[in-house]
């Protein structure tokens, strides 16, 4: 992997500020909420550690010692770095999810809103899991398991928005193909722009591009594209 061109750890997961005392659990804090605290602490660095140096580059050593914990600290709750990547894969599944079942726009994909709030979704998950998804991507190269896990999580991606389309169809929009292929292009399309715009620095355009210069564009692409025109039953 290039460092170079993909480093953007230090915008996303700023380092911790020297002189800042960190405060300790009080003597009345449960073991169980120390638990979960150190589980927290070794994810999140295992994040930082992940963006800085790569999945294949990160160290149970270097994630222990972002976080302050010990490594038998580490193994009490994880049971290597392969087994705190699927804890963070998960955590980034329910916060897509979890976006897109409060926004008030549903899942009408013919009206803008709603196909918006999908691309939303997508675009801000991706920003802010990109440590995850790169070492998913990194993992999937040499772990069969992880290869499985990535080829699950777009066949879902496939299915759910097949049937959003499918809906479309049903209900009189002339798509312009096949609702499986079409879910393929979409997917595709969203991300394969995250990967260009958000881990890959983006284009030489000569200027920045927004998050919402990118999700309109993308809306607007996509609902050109799939809604097409309302067929006339008579």
Request: aromatic share 6%; proline share 5%; charged share 20%.
């Amino acid at each position: 992997m290039n460092h170079d061109s993909l480093n953007l750890y230090s915008l996303i997961w700023p380092a911790p500020v020297k002189g800042v005392a960190v405060v300790s659990a009080g003597p009345g804090t449960s073991r169980k909420a120390q638990a979960a605290q150190t589980e927290a602490a070794l994810k999140q660095a295992a994040r930082r550690v992940f963006a800085r140096n790569g999945y294949h580059g990160a160290k149970i050593t270097d994630i222990t010692a972002e976080a302050g914990r010990s490594a038998g600290s580490f193994y009490k709750h994880f049971a290597g770095k392969d087994d705190v990547l699927r804890a963070l894969l998960a955590g980034w599944l329910a916060q897509a999810g979890a976006e897109l079942a409060a926004d008030p726009a549903g899942d009408d994909l013919s009206q803008e809103p709603a196909l918006r709030a999908r691309v939303a979704a997508y675009w801000h998950t991706y920003r802010a899991h990109l440590p995850e998804i790169r070492a998913l991507g990194e993992a999937a190269q040499a772990d069969p398991a992880f290869a499985e896990s990535l080829a699950a999580m777009r066949h879902a991606g496939l299915a759910t928005m097949r049937r959003h389309l499918e809906r479309l169809r049903d209900t009189g929009h002339a798509l312009p193909g096949d609702p499986v292929v079409l879910a393929s292009a979409f997917n595709a399309l969203l991300e394969g722009f995250c990967q260009i715009w958000i881990a890959g620095g983006g284009e030489p355009i000569g200027r920045p591009l927004s998050d919402e210069e990118a999700i309109d564009t993308l809306t607007r692409l996509l609902m050109h594209g799939l809604a097409g025109q309302r067929q006339d039953p008579g």
